[in-house]
């Protein structure tokens, strides 16, 4: 039993008691009247990491732990530094009432007599520091998650990083990785590869469209329809100024496709007046004007902060595209998030349209993959044009795959991501800073934008500090939380929530997101007035 308990001195476990402990219906002191075997709640939820011991990998899982059921567990507590006592406590608890009274330096693999002078003293001894620099000569990289951090003492610290920069920097779960392995593959340039068939026709047929096309990247399937609809020469496009297609993506359509475009000013809520669409679309007779060709929206408008475009104007947009008779691309990069935020299934918000662009990278958690969607007729011309952009590719069904995976098991939980996205913005709300602010009404899926007032902080220094960690901060919250961000302007911060945010996360960065703004809130400044 004396291996139950893992107290890696400064290599790399810090112990750490869950936060459901810490500030929920467990309180530290609940623990020590218990102590082992006494007063304690017949079940309760412990962030616990299991199966790490040799392995590279780790899983922090919220699980419950009830105590006639005895497990391997490790458990990581923040509190490690002021109030390690606790943790042989619930360790002792956790494993039925058996204390140790040893720690075991992983490091140095010594057992050390778990007094607190005692740990102290080891991990600040010459022996024990020259064997951690050792061992660890090059910490890994710190990423989203909890991560291990040494201090100057030799002190461990857990770091929880929550990495909310942006919906693509997921990683792929260990299912999915496994999906990929077992993946049947072809050589899908001979349309031989069964993976990527399954995974086009589940998407054709989810946006009630007769096929559809996988490609390596989002950038590559609004490229790909843009040049299908312009097919001749002196085409143009009618795009948002504040769209993806337009703003992000190179002026690939000019670049490569040699597509002009015109673009048509975005409303904040990511749709455009449809009386302006008729004013641009060019006079087919006059020799002088490049040819509309195609309408694009994008939906869910990112640029917007991720809104969903209501139905009732994709409708009226689609009428009125039949009517000029020209064809209507969407940019449905996060469809599916429109679709938990509007309650309405994708095809029906596609309804209209004549292609569609869907990503499996950004909240859906594949690594790589985006798919075009048509009508079959569409899909062949799509593919020529994916070969000569290079998009061709061979056993494509190991991340086909991994696109599928997420489509059974991370599609049916985007409604986490918009729930975790509205969390931290009634967060940020509940302070009622006048430094930072957030428009409640805006959140509609899983992207939540700051707005920075500009005089105390702005847009960057905010990230800089969502990003730090104080020592006072370290003491108050009892926690260390690093919040990634990105500034997307002078004044707004974007924050998108994804599927390896986990509740625990949303806490954390609540925490943080609150603690850091009451700073602002606090922070005299100086206004000056200049009248002339
Ligand atoms: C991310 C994104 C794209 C491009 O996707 P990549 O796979 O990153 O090339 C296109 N449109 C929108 C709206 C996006 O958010
Ligand atoms: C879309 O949904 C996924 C899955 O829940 C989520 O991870 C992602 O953050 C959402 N993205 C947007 C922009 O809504």
Not at 69 to 75: D, F, M, S, T
Not at 266 to 288: I, K, M
Not at 425 to 448: F, G, I, M, R
């Amino acid at each position: 039993m004396a291996a139950m308990l893992f107290v890696m001195v400064g290599g790399a476990v810090l112990p750490m008691l869950g936060s459901d402990i810490e500030g929920g219906s467990l309180s530290m002191g609940a623990l020590e009247d218990g102590g082992p075997g006494g007063a304690v709640p017949a079940q309760m939820t412990v962030s616990v990491e299991e199966g790490i011991e040799g392995g590279a990998e780790m899983e922090v899982v919220e699980m419950k732990h009830s105590p006639e059921k005895k497990r391997r567990v490790r458990i990581y507590s923040q509190k490690f530094r002021k109030e390690w006592l606790h943790l042989k406590e619930f360790q002792g608890w956790l494993t039925e009432g058996i204390t140790d009274d040893r720690a075991h330096c992983t490091v140095c693999d010594k057992e050390l007599l778990a007094g607190k002078s005692e740990l102290l003293k080891h991990s600040r001894g010459k022996k024990h520091r020259t064997r951690a620099a050792k061992s660890n000569p090059n910490p890994p990289p710190v990423q989203h998650g909890l991560s291990r951090v040494i201090d100057e003492d030799g002190m461990p610290h857990l770091l929880r990083i929550v990495d909310l920069r942006s919906d693509t920097v997921t990683q792929p779960s260990r299912e999915m990785k496994k999906a990929m392995m077992e993946a049947t593959l072809g050589d899908d340039v001979f349309s031989e590869d069964p993976t990527v068939k399954t995974l086009e026709d589940r998407v054709a047929q989810m946006l009630e469209k007769e096929a559809a096309l996988f490609v390596p990247s989002g950038t590559m399937a609004n490229l790909i329809c843009v040049m299908t609809h312009c097919w001749g020469r002196g085409s143009e496009v009618i795009v948002g100024d504040q769209s993806h297609l337009y703003l992000w993506a190179q002026g690939g359509m000019a670049q490569i496709g040699s597509v002009h475009h015109r673009t048509i000013k975005n409303l904040p809520d990511g749709t455009f007046s449809l009386n302006e669409v008729r004013g641009l679309v060019r006079d087919e007779h006059d020799p002088q004007s490049p040819l509309t060709s195609l309408i694009c929206v994008e939906n869910p408008h990112h640029n917007a902060g991720g809104k969903a475009i209501p139905l009732n104007w994709m409708d009226e947009l689609g009428a009125l595209c039949s009517e000029l008779g020209l064809p209507l691309h969407c940019d449905g990069a996060r469809l599916i998030n429109a679709s938990v935020a509007l309650g309405t299934s994708p095809a029906r918000i596609v309804q209209a349209c004549d292609s569609v662009s869907l990503c499996l990278n950004k909240g859906l958690g594949a690594p790589m993959g985006s798919l075009v969607i048509g009508t079959k007729e569409f899909i062949a011309k799509a593919k020529r044009l994916r070969k000569v952009l290079g998009g061709g590719l061979h056993q494509s069904g190991i991340v086909a795959a991994a696109g599928l995976w997420a489509l059974d098991h991370v599609a049916p939980r985007l409604s986490w991501d918009h729930t975790h996205a509205r969390a931290l913005a009634q967060s940020v709300c509940e302070e009622h800073s006048s430094a930072v602010t957030v428009d409640l009404k805006d959140v509609h899926t899983n992207v939540v934008l700051l707005h920075c007032d500009n005089i105390r902080v702005n847009a960057k220094k905010l990230c800089q500090r969502l990003a730090s960690v104080t020592d006072e901060e370290s003491d108050e919250l009892s926690e260390q939380i690093v919040v990634m961000a990105l500034a997307i302007s002078d004044t707004t911060v974007r924050l998108v929530t994804h599927c390896d945010i986990r509740k625990e996360d949303v806490r954390s960065a609540t925490r943080k997101l609150k603690y850091v703004i009451h700073e602002y809130d606090n922070m005299m400044y100086l206004e000056y007035k200049i009248s002339v």
